[in-house]
């Protein structure tokens, strides 16, 4: 074994026992654990007074278990243009979990039956309240847990003096590494960002249940003013569960793994990675990766100005909350919903919650990027790099300057849907055409109180599909790069004295959707089709079951 792989298997282990140590400790203190005859007895002014060394190896076993985890996670001297990989946050999510399914088992127990002195769940006799509470973040943080054991690995750039014009990629990891090879000069293009969240998406598929039961049984259980005995524990218990559960699905969604693509012809290699450490994000940067290994500053990028690839204009990316607001709008009229059971079937209020989730947090890595915010252009060696960053999320271009000169557009263009907004948009929509149908038949021809709820009832199904064509086009402004035979774009806005003015704001917002028509008219009357399509297909599929 290499001194390399020894060195990772020996973090593992730091990972392992560290981990095994900290839990174990953790599950002795609450659980209150007592070694008998492990105590003495001292007297003070005629009292006896005891004290177990329990606590005191529990403390120990904790203090063992953390030195273990720092040794696990300690920085290491790294090799030029080396990368540490680790996905710490799914670490600290898996621990929360595991932490609160422990907590839950001390204290409702794992049993059935009429002999659980804190209450059954679903009917009497049957499963303990572990069962609602902690069922899911056991399995879950468990999964989490064993995952992250095998995720340590080690990205290696390396241009070799033999050979300067191949860039040489090792991704040393456990049971085994893989090498890439690419030549710069075929090259045609790399991208960099860590604001995409991509299949990360699917927790929400994971923890969205269970949060939204939870919430609404442990307030009925806190509210109610006929509550009693254990009912305001279960609440509690039923409520910090649930906020756990979410801000675990917000740790893993807020932090991206940051994407390396890379065009060489007709091969495009991908590479997922998580800087594990400030140093190790430090480095993750274009200008980093291609950086030679005869260079002497280590963290350096080489001027060069005889690139012939053009500067982009001075623009600036403003924040904009549109996506954020409705986001957060979406989950509000999905909690009102459910709360005064008006208008909303269960379905139609999990689709809000589920696009309310997703529109924040994409509005948070890509929209809310602070006033000010410019567009950075920097020659290397190999060509020009782009760059725009903000806060923890950035997103890089690089172009050689080995291929045809690039031409920089400024256009006003609809967003780019990704599959994720295919899928909330048409299935919103499509819930909406649900819930359209029995509204119209069952309220629409009656009279009185009838009527005026079939009115708002519509009135609100129309407001949100409103919303949802907003954001369904969201025209951006865009700088465009054309190089060869291909296009990449960064989204930009240009800052204005004029933009606090509310009457300008408002004559702009409507003048990019109309730029955004009259220059990609196809591509707008195709979004409108799929989200009249989908409506109309909830509509057929609810009255499909409403006459069958």
């Known amino acids: 074994m290499d001194e390399s792989k020894a060195f990772l298997v020996k973090r593992l282990l730091h990972l392992g026992v560290g981990s095994v140590f900290v839990v174990a400790s953790v599950w002795l203190i609450i659980s209150g654990f007592i070694i008998e ?9 005629g009292d006896t007074f005891s004290f177990n060394f329990t606590i005191v190896l529990d403390v120990v076993l904790l203090v063992v278990g953390l030195v273990n985890l720092s040794m696990a996670l300690r920085l290491a001297k790294l090799p030029r243009n080396t990368i540490v990989n680790f996905p710490l946050t799914r670490l600290l999510a ?13 204290y409702f127990g794992v049993s059935t039956g009429h002999g659980n002195p804190l209450g059954t769940w679903l009917f009497l006799g049957g499963l303990s309240l572990f069962f609602p509470t902690a069922l899911v973040p056991m399995i879950v943080g468990f999964t989490l847990c064993v995952y992250c054991m095998f995720c340590f690995s080690k990205i290696h750039f390396e241009r070799i003096s033999s050979d300067p014009d191949l ?3 090792v991704d040393i990891r456990t049971p085994r590494g893989k090498v890439a090879e690419i030549k710069v000069d075929e090259i045609e293009s790399i991208s960099l960002t860590n604001a995409s969240t991509g299949p990360k998406y699917l ?9 939204v039961y939870l919430y609404i049984d442990g307030f009925s259980f806190l509210l109610n003013p006929s509550s009693f005995g254990n009912a305001f524990g279960t609440g509690i218990a039923y409520v910090i569960s649930a906020s756990v559960q979410l801000g675990c699905l917000l740790l893993l969604l ?3 793994h940051h994407i390396l693509k890379i065009l060489a012809g007709d091969r495009i290699y991908e590479q997922q990675f998580t800087p594990a450490n400030i140093k190790s994000w430090r480095r993750a940067n274009i200008g980093f990766m291609l950086q030679p290994r005869s260079s002497r500053d280590e963290g350096s990028i080489k001027k060069q100005t005889s690139s012939t690839l053009p500067e982009p204009p001075v623009t600036r990316q403003p924040t904009d909350y549109k996506r954020v607001t409705i986001g957060i709008l979406f989950i509000v009229l999905g909690m009102l919903s459910r709360i005064f059971h008006a208008w909303a079937g269960e379905m139609l209020r999990f689709m809000l919650f589920i696009a309310g989730i997703i529109l924040i947090v994409e509005g948070i890595k890509m929209d809310l990027r602070g006033f000010g915010r410019q567009i950075d252009s920097t020659h290397v060696p190999e060509g020009m790099i782009y760059s725009m960053r903000k806060g923890v999320y950035k997103s890089e271009l690089m172009i050689p300057h080995t291929i045809e000169p690039a031409s920089i557009q400024q256009l006003v263009q609809p967003r780019k849907l990704a599959l994720v907004d295919h899928v909330v948009i048409t299935g919103l929509a499509f819930f909406l055409g649900f819930q359209l149908y029995p509204v119209i038949v069952l309220l629409g021809p009656e009279t009185g109180i009838g009527a005026s709820l079939a009115t708002w009832n519509i009135l609100a199904i129309f407001g949100i599909g409103a919303l949802l064509f907003l954001i369904h086009v969201d025209p951006r402004s865009v700088l465009k790069f054309k190089h ?19 009457i300008w704001l408002f004559r702009n917002f409507l003048a990019k959707y109309k730029i955004a028509f009259n220059q990609h008219g196809k591509s707008v009357i195709a979004r409108i089709l799929e989200y009249w399509v989908s409506v109309v297909l909830g509509m057929v599929a609810s009255a499909i079951v409403y006459l069958g």
Do not use: C, K, M
């Open 203 to 211: 927790w929400i598929l994971v923890f969205i249940i269970p949060i």
């Open 37 to 45: 005859g492990f105590a003495i007895e001292y007297q003070i002014e």
């Open 254 to 256: 807020l932090d991206s």
């Open 94 to 106: 898996g621990t929360f979990l595991v932490l609160l399914s422990l907590t839950s088992a001390w």
């Open 167 to 169: 860039l040489t990629i």
């Open 484 to 502: 060869g035979d291909r296009n990449d774009q960064i989204v930009h806005a240009r800052r204005s004295r004029r933009q606090y003015n509310p």
